[in-house]
């Protein structure tokens, strides 16, 4: 088990409580606040995004050490939700919000690259990870907190329902690890090169 560093920053305390205040604060650990928190700290000029339930709350841990180049996209499908962070994400000008279903933004980024997605989102949905992973840049960090079912063969097929904008990948182009005890937690990365196929070697001839 990982050692995590789960004090939250004062800017998520602010936020939460906002959000308490509007009945809309969402059940989060702030083990993948922390982790995500990380992760932005080493990308320069990133471009982030944490959607699902929470994607605002997470957010404040994103902007917690994400540098000023940087800019970071919460995208939240309550409305209650998206006025509460818009009015306290005010204060951040590398901070937006986004109303809208998660398949159609990714689809409608699909020309853009993220360097950190933070998924939320509870319930099995493959195509929405199957877009995310499209949308990610080399070098780039996935960071689901639901993924129990992930399957790097699902990558290798169109998400079922996504009309073919969900288009397969390359299973090799991915590492994935689980951490977290039994929180279906992982971290999928987009290799910055492709994988180099493996050689069988040949015996020696005299």
């Not at 989102?121 to 079912?149: D, M, S």
Request: glycine fraction near 10%; proline fraction near 4%.
């Amino acid at each position: 088990m990982l050692d995590f560093d789960r004090n939250p920053p004062s800017n998520v305390a602010r936020i939460r409580a906002a959000l308490e205040a509007n009945g809309c604060a969402r059940e989060l650990s702030p083990e993948i606040g922390s982790v995500a928190r990380a992760l932005a700290a080493s990308k320069r000029a990133g471009s982030f995004l944490c959607l699902g339930a929470g994607a605002g709350e997470i957010g404040a841990w994103v902007l917690d050490t994400m540098d000023y180049s940087s800019g970071l996209v919460a995208l939240v499908q309550d409305e209650a939700e998206a006025a509460v962070l818009e009015r306290e994400f005010d204060r951040d000008v590398r901070a937006s919000v986004h109303l809208q279903d998660a398949a159609s933004f990714l689809v409608d980024v699909r020309a853009h690259r993220f360097d950190l997605i933070v998924d939320l989102i509870t319930e099995a949905h493959p195509k929405i990870v199957q877009l995310g992973l499209g949308v990610l840049r080399a070098g780039g960090v996935y960071l689901g907190w639901h993924l129990e079912r992930f399957s790097r063969e699902a990558l290798t097929q169109c998400a079922p329902g996504s009309g073919g904008q969900a288009s397969a990948l390359e299973p090799d182009d991915f590492e994935a690890a689980r951490f977290g005890e039994g929180l279906g937690a992982r971290i999928i990365v987009r290799r910055t090169q492709p994988a180099q196929p493996k050689r069988r070697s040949r015996a020696k001839t005299r």
